[in-house]
């Protein structure tokens, strides 16, 4: 499989370099070249199929032409030691949990494998690599996770003073570990214009091998499309018709992920997702594209320090814009419609659901009949741990759940034995870079 580009199709690169790289000078963002019909792995799969092995079949069929087979179930072996739980709550109804990894998140897996699979790659090329983001905690706990025992990946973290949270003194790089954090005496803003100062120099990227663990980079991306593909083969001898998945949009990374399973072959029939300010319904009740009218060589950057996969899902549409309305299907739902969602889960599948499993829920109640036939099927796809919006809950059951130990875990707040750097001080940060570089 190649890697083009969304704003230059001519740009093509093979997955290594997506991953090392993963930011196209054009200004835009990786996306697969070609469907590949991986419909032979997906319908060999069944319930007894784990997520590991399923994601290294899916792996080395997507590119074969780089790793071997076994190099490709190692990377998913290593990234992929528990599976997602899927549930069955009634006849038609099944809510996949995303969040029993390290730190209660879907990005635990999508993380976990990216340092799995750089790691592989720079053993290859005798190289090394720093993965430069911008956390708000959660990142951050999870890359800290991911990349404890890794030898050639490291990680240079920017939050705002005081915000770092979910690491251990041992993963700092002074202390042995691979983890450098940098607090900033500043805002969020500031961060991320501080780390897209850096992305804004090749020769900075260049010099210190630069890359990224959010969604910028494919190879942070790519894996979470296995989460459908999982559901499938968990789901497929219970089901008669059609299988819709009911997801948040976030930042359009699940649904683009949900997308490129599809493009591969993956047997579903649409996505429904509570509308966005970008993704909207339309006055015939059909999805729409709030900016898809501005020419992609009209819009700025996309930025490597705070992405939006929006121009991914514009990408997959390009070729046919009216299939998006048969495929996507957003719901408005108010504030009451989502707590009310909440307490119905709760009440009818005992179920603890946040915010944005909830949302998800109430945009299917309000679409299932007018979409799903009665032998048809909705994967309810819950992100995050409900312990991380307890207070929602709360509000709406009258229970306080109770937070697991590995979220506690993610959410302790972290005391940096360092100086917090000036909002706008890149000659820091290049020096925190240089002297990670160096080890």
Not at 230 to 245: C, D, M, P, Q, T
Not at 259 to 282: A, E, H, Q, R
């Given at each position: 499989m190649r890697f083009i580009s969304t704003r230059d199709s001519s740009n093509q690169v093979d997955f290594r370099k997506a991953v090392l790289s993963p930011m196209p000078k054009d200004g835009g963002l990786y996306v697969p070249d070609e469907n590949s019909d991986l419909r032979k792995w997906i319908l060999y799969a069944d319930k007894n199929t784990s997520f590991s092995s399923l994601a290294g079949s899916l792996t080395s069929a997507m590119i074969n032409k780089e790793f071997s087979p076994i190099i490709c179930e190692t990377i998913a072996t290593r990234a992929f030691p528990k599976d997602p739980v899927l549930k069955q709550l009634d006849s038609n109804l099944f809510l996949l949990e995303l969040y029993n990894g390290a730190t209660g998140t879907f990005k635990d897996f999508g993380v976990s494998y990216l340092t799995a699979t750089l790691e592989t790659i720079l053993q290859y090329e005798g190289k090394k690599a720093i993965l430069l983001d911008v956390t708000t905690g959660e990142l951050g706990a999870c890359i800290a996770q991911a990349i404890r025992k890794n030898k050639l990946v490291k990680s240079v973290l920017v939050a705002p003073k005081g915000s770092f949270r979910g690491l251990c003194e041992e993963d700092y790089v002074w202390n042995g570990g691979n983890i450098y954090p940098v607090e900033v005496d500043g805002t969020l803003d500031d961060c991320f214009e501080l780390v897209q100062k850096i992305f804004d120099s090749p020769e900075l990227v260049e010099k210190f091998s630069l890359t990224v663990a959010n969604t910028a980079?494919?190879?942070?991306?790519?894996?979470?499309?296995?989460?459908?593909?999982?559901?499938?083969?968990?789901?497929?001898?219970?089901?008669?018709?059609?299988?819709?998945?009911?997801?948040?949009?976030?930042?359009?990374?699940?649904?683009?992920?949900?997308?490129?399973?599809?493009?591969?072959?993956?047997?579903?029939?649409?996505?429904?997702?509570?509308?966005?300010?970008?993704?909207?319904?339309?006055?015939?009740?059909?999805?729409?594209?709030?900016?898809?009218?501005?020419?992609?060589?009209?819009?700025?950057?996309?930025?490597?320090?705070?992405?939006?996969?929006?121009?991914?899902?514009?990408?997959?549409?390009?070729?046919?814009?009216?299939?998006?309305?048969?495929?996507?299907?957003?719901?408005?739902?108010?504030?009451?419609?989502?707590?009310?969602?909440?307490?119905?889960?709760?009440?009818?599948?005992?179920?603890?659901?946040?915010?944005?499993?909830?949302?998800?829920?109430?945009?299917?109640?309000?679409?299932?009949?007018?979409?799903?036939?009665?032998?048809?099927?909705?994967?309810?796809?819950?992100?995050?741990?409900?312990?991380?919006?307890?207070?929602?809950?709360?509000?709406?059951?009258?229970?306080?759940?109770?937070?697991?130990?590995?979220?506690?875990?993610?959410?302790?707040?972290?005391?940096?034995?360092?100086?917090?750097?000036?909002?706008?001080?890149?000659?820091?940060?290049?020096?925190?870079?240089?002297?990670?570089?160096?080890?």
């Open positions: 980079n494919i190879g942070r991306l790519l894996p979470q499309a296995f989460f459908y593909t999982y559901a499938f083969s968990h789901i497929k001898h219970l089901v008669n018709g059609e299988i819709y998945y009911a997801v948040s949009a976030g930042n359009y990374g699940n649904l683009v992920s949900g997308l490129y399973g599809w493009k591969m072959s993956l047997p579903l029939n649409g996505f429904i997702v509570p509308s966005t300010k970008d993704l909207v319904v339309d006055v015939d009740g059909k999805a729409k594209l709030v900016d898809s009218f501005v020419p992609l060589e009209k819009r700025p950057r996309v930025k490597a320090s705070e992405p939006s996969n929006m121009e991914r899902f514009e990408n997959i549409f390009k070729a046919n814009q009216l299939l998006i309305k048969s495929f996507v299907y957003p719901a408005k739902v108010s504030e009451e419609e989502i707590n009310s969602a909440c307490k119905e889960l709760f009440v009818k599948y005992k179920i603890y659901a946040d915010k944005e499993t909830s949302s998800s829920y109430a945009a299917y109640l309000k679409r299932k009949e007018e979409i799903v036939s009665d032998d048809g099927a909705v994967v309810l796809v819950a992100r995050e741990s409900p312990c991380l919006n307890a207070d929602f809950i709360l509000s709406n059951i009258g229970e306080r759940i109770k937070m697991t130990s590995n979220v506690e875990a993610a959410f302790k707040k972290n005391v940096i034995p360092k100086d917090a750097i000036a909002s706008g001080d890149i000659e820091s940060l290049i020096a925190v870079l240089n002297s990670v570089n160096l080890l």
